[in-house]
């Protein structure tokens, strides 16, 4: 499944106090309007919830795909990325859930106007994985229009799909007959069989299989690889995301997205929403 350009629209209650569209721009993007920027189909935005306006400050950068961390504390889903930043006003379904229901709310089958592709919802499980997958599980559920799920042996398409990273309970989700979430695997699953209905996304730690920081000429040898490595996720069904790529802007960086994009990966992972979006904006080179 691509992940397609984003588009947005005005929320109820801004539609109702304004007659005419505003441009988004990362000082209104709480109020998403119809004149988002150009959604890149390769952007995919790292520790979201850190911005000012999580969710909204990727959608202002044109990203169709964003990472949460996600604890479970005290019944709560609460987002963060360590266990002593967590607040309980920061949860999970105020920053993610009510925000994507409201942007789907009127649009059919497709988040925004336009478009019929499906955003990423990427949820790292931080606390322990199969009470926190429960918990996810019933509140993507209570969010059934936004989501894509699985349905005995058939994934029904949604506007957003909610794939699972972190301490992801394999098991529990293979063993589903129904589910709204779907499993990130690693490398080490490539040749796994595991179907792209349960695992449509394939992560790892770019240091893990790769030596080349963007300095000089790629190797050829890891060029080599890194081609063939996509190519046979893809043959698969499977997505591609690498993280820990260099995040420091410089032509070391854009060295490494321009090698990501020629082989076909999927998500581009950053910390820096402006600079992933000036880089593909200016035709990814």
Excluded at 241 to 246: A, I, K, P, V
């Amino acid at each position: 499944m691509r992940i397609h350009r984003l588009v947005s629209v005005l929320s109820a209650t801004a539609l109702a106090a304004t007659a005419v569209l505003v441009p988004v721009t990362a000082a209104t993007a709480d109020r998403p309007g119809a004149d988002l920027p150009t959604a890149h189909d390769q952007a995919h935005a790292h520790n979201d919830y850190e911005h000012d306006r999580p969710l909204y400050d990727a959608l202002a950068h044109g990203f169709t795909s964003v990472e949460a961390d996600v604890w479970l504390v005290d019944g709560e889903l609460l987002v963060a990325h360590d266990a002593e930043d967590l607040d309980p006003e920061r949860t999970f379904a105020s920053l993610y859930l009510e925000p994507l229901r409201d942007l789907v709310r009127g649009r059919g089958r497709s988040v925004f106007p336009h478009w019929d592709g499906t955003f990423q919802l990427l949820i790292d499980i931080k606390s322990e994985g199969e009470s926190t997958y429960a918990a996810i599980e019933s509140e993507l559920a209570q969010y059934r229009p936004v989501f894509a799920q699985y349905v005995r042996g058939r994934v029904l398409d949604g506007p957003v799909q909610a794939v699972i990273s972190g301490n992801r309970p394999l098991a529990t989700m293979a063993d589903a007959d129904r589910r709204y979430g779907f499993y990130d695997g690693r490398s080490g699953d490539l040749d796994s069989g595991i179907p792209a209905a349960l695992m449509p996304l394939v992560s790892d730690n770019w240091a893990n299989l790769f030596t080349w920081s963007g300095t000089g000429e790629m190797p050829a040898d890891e060029r080599e690889q890194l081609h063939a490595y996509v190519a046979a996720a893809h043959a698969a069904g499977y997505r591609v995301r690498f993280w820990n790529t260099l995040d420091v802007a410089g032509p070391a960086r854009d060295a490494i997205w321009t090698e990501l994009l020629d082989a076909g990966v999927d998500h581009l992972n950053t910390d820096d929403l402006a600079g992933l979006d000036q880089f593909l904006t200016a035709g990814g080179r």
